[in-house]
């Protein structure tokens, strides 16, 4: 059984959505490194998270694809997945030496987008959740449909960085609004993902050319952090979790306010 998932939950029928997790198992550069740099210790936790991230995908119908951006075998990624790995699609890219100059969120972009053109049966209105591969959520009920325009994002009250450890939109959004134009983002000019995704949705709701949606329940990720190396918490009593979604949803509301 996996203790991740709560078993009470209805299954759900989410075969037009895929969640796609983006893995580094030996980072092209110390630069994507971040401070978990061991490639043994990068490998278990990717292995583990796919096969959490497979359970979830039975359970809840949605698609699971992955895409490994250092030339990581498929077999050694899913050698662990119980089940039917042939489920689940993978993809490799490997960034140029230019992308790779540009920072770790300009080679995580660059690798969605690359794989969602590889993906089978993904449309223009398919929604896919990026995800940070090495994470796996403690409530994966969070993913729902999402409409075309929609942008399933949690952001700062200002709008100015957004959470792109999981991140949900349409393909069309992805390889429209979420293009890289190569002078967005840089790493070493502190032009990081967050807030090219942040600024990019914020002016597309501003032109109501996207809806801003939010999740029904704050993440709750499980895992460790690959810029800090800190393990995200797994033993928070039920009520602060409780708490936290409850100060989540007066923030959005709170953002969601006209200001003066």
């Known amino acids: 059984m996996n203790p991740l998932i709560d078993a009470a939950l209805p299954s ?3 075969n037009d959505v895929v969640v796609l997790l983006t893995a580094t198992v030996s980072p092209n550069s110390p630069r994507l490194a971040g401070v978990v740099a061991d490639e043994s210790e990068r490998r278990s936790q990717y292995i583990e998270s796919i096969r959490m991230w497979s359970r979830a995908s039975e359970q ?15 077999e050694s990624l899913l050698r662990l997945v119980d089940g039917a790995p042939e489920r689940i699609q993978t993809v490799t890219f490997l960034p ?3 992308t790779v100059s540009r920072g770790k969120g300009a080679a995580e972009l660059a690798a969605v987008q690359f ?12 929604a896919v959740y990026k995800v940070t591969g090495r994470l796996m ?3 994966p009920e969070i993913i729902r449909h999402l409409e075309p325009d929609d942008v399933l994002v949690r952001m700062t009250l200002d709008r100015s960085f957004a959470d792109t450890r999981i991140l949900g939109a349409s393909k069309r959004v992805w390889m429209g609004l979420f293009a890289d134009t190569g002078v967005d983002l840089d790493d070493d000019s502190g032009l990081f993902l967050e807030h090219f995704i942040a600024g990019q949705v914020a002016r597309a709701s501003a032109l109501q050319q996207v ?17 800090s190396g800190l393990s995200y918490d797994t033993r928070r009593p039920r009520i602060w979790r409780r708490l936290g979604r ?15």
């Open 115 to 126: 794989a969602l053109g590889q993906l089978i049966a993904c449309t223009d209105e398919t």
């Open 96 to 98: 140029d030496d230019r």
């Open 60 to 74: 809840f119908g949605f698609r699971l694809a992955v895409v490994e951006t250092s030339g990581e075998s498929r």
């Open 246 to 260: 409850i100060g989540e949803d007066f923030l959005s509301w709170l953002g969601s306010r006209k200001q003066v």
């Open 211 to 227: 809806r801003l949606q939010r999740f029904s329940s704050r993440p709750e990720f499980i895992g460790t952090s690959g810029q």
């Open 12 to 14: 759900k029928d989410l």
């Open 137 to 139: 959520l403690r409530n």
